[in-house]
Every structure is written in structure tokens, then in C-alpha cells.
């Protein structure tokens, strides 16, 4: 069981409770959004779409799953996270030519979606096992 000494969101909970209520935050925050989207006019859309709200909550997510642990598993992600970003950096200017960053920026806020969801889906089979 994890909870924590100093207060905030998780004191007293349950790994399993606190899993839950993650899970049931982004849905609501993805509904809210994707209604609120709907709002708009198509021509007045951003390109960002709901999804990209995404990596924020699963970098604040995996900190409050995995901030007890005595392994540094949090630095660990955004280690990772950032030598892949210098990588696809680079390989993106090299490949293209140039580097245009309206068009980097979107494939890699989306690379970042799927690398920072895999490694809440990691850290939820983690904590759920210890």
C-alpha cells in the first residue's frame, strides 16, 4: 500500500484507489475537452486535439504513483523522455533537411503522448505489484 506522510492527493489512499481516480480524472478531462472542442468552429479549430492534454497528466500521474518508491523510477521516465527527444531532434533536422517546428513540434507532442502513456501503463503494473 502507498500512501504518503506529507498530505496532497494521495494521503491515505490506496494504490488501487488512487489508480482509479487518475483513470476517472482523465476521462472527465478528455470528455470536458472533446465537448468544449465541439464548440468551436471547424475553421477556427486548433490542430491539438484533446489527446495532447495527455503527457502533462501522465508525467503528474506517474510522480504520484512512483515519488515513495526508493528506486528514482520518476527521473528514470524523464531521463528517458529527454535523450529521446535530443535523438528525434536530431534525426528530424538531419532526415529533413531543416527543421520546421510547426510540423516537429505536433509529431513529437504525439511521440511524447504514446512514450508517456506507456510508461503510466509501466508504473500502474509497478505499483499495483509492489
Not at 490506496?14 to 478531462?29: D, F, K, M, N, S
Request: aromatic share 16%.
Amino acid at each position: 500500500m502507498l500512501t504518503t506522510e506529507t498530505g496532497g492527493f494521495t494521503k491515505g489512499r490506496t494504490t488501487v484507489t488512487q489508480i482509479i481516480i487518475q483513470i476517472i480524472i482523465l476521462i472527465a478531462v478528455l470528455f470536458i475537452l472533446r465537448m468544449f472542442r465541439g464548440l468551436i468552429p471547424k475553421e477556427r479549430r486548433p490542430k491539438l486535439h484533446p489527446i495532447d492534454c495527455l503527457p502533462l497528466f501522465s508525467l503528474w500521474f506517474i510522480w504520484q504513483l512512483s515519488h515513495t518508491w526508493t528506486d528514482p523510477w520518476f527521473a528514470t521516465v524523464v531521463f528517458i523522455w529527454m535523450i529521446i527527444s535530443i535523438g528525434i531532434t536530431l534525426w528530424w533536422g538531419l532526415s529533413k533537411g531543416e527543421l520546421l517546428w510547426n510540423k516537429f513540434l505536433l509529431f513529437y507532442w504525439r511521440l511524447t503522448d504514446i512514450l508517456l502513456f506507456l510508461t503510466y501503463l509501466l508504473t500502474v503494473i509497478r505499483a499495483l505489484i509492489n
